[in-house]
């Protein structure tokens, strides 16, 4: 019995299933490398949760002073901001506060502005009633 045409026939199987190990090999490593960088992601999330959570404590609460007026950031322009609002007759973008307190119309100063307008909005004085459009609480 000639067991050549047998022999090839398992070499040619053999390569077939060596080269589809060394596939799944290389498929291991790429999904062990995308998890570690998943398993890390997720890390420096918990750290940043517990950071966060560590300095929540430290956010002034909202408080009100004798008057019954909420305590306000210690910051020139929140009053001022709040005056425009006063005398709005309507909803405001941070552009226009720039612009009635004379600020350049500069994109630093126009984000400065929605950044305190947005913490107003935190504190309870203001209202985003839409994306970028704010107004006072009544």
Do not use: W
């Amino acid at each position: 019995m000639n067991l050549n045409p047998l022999l090839q026939a398992l070499d040619l199987q053999q390569d077939a299933v060596r080269v589809l190990a060394d596939d799944l090999r290389t498929q291991i490593d790429t999904v062990q490398a995308q998890l570690h960088e998943a398993e890390l992601r997720l890390e420096h999330l918990a750290i940043t949760r517990t950071t966060i959570t560590g300095l929540a404590d430290r956010i002034p609460a909202q408080s009100a002073d004798p008057s019954g007026s909420l305590e306000l950031p210690e910051h020139p322009d929140y009053p001022r901001i709040l005056a425009v609002f006063n005398d709005a007759t309507g909803p405001l973008r941070a552009r226009d506060i720039c612009q009635a307190l004379d600020f350049e119309l500069l994109p630093k100063h126009i984000e400065r502005t929605r950044a305190k307008m947005k913490r107003l909005v935190t504190l309870g004085i203001l209202t985003e009633t839409e994306p970028g459009t704010f107004s006072k609480q009544h």
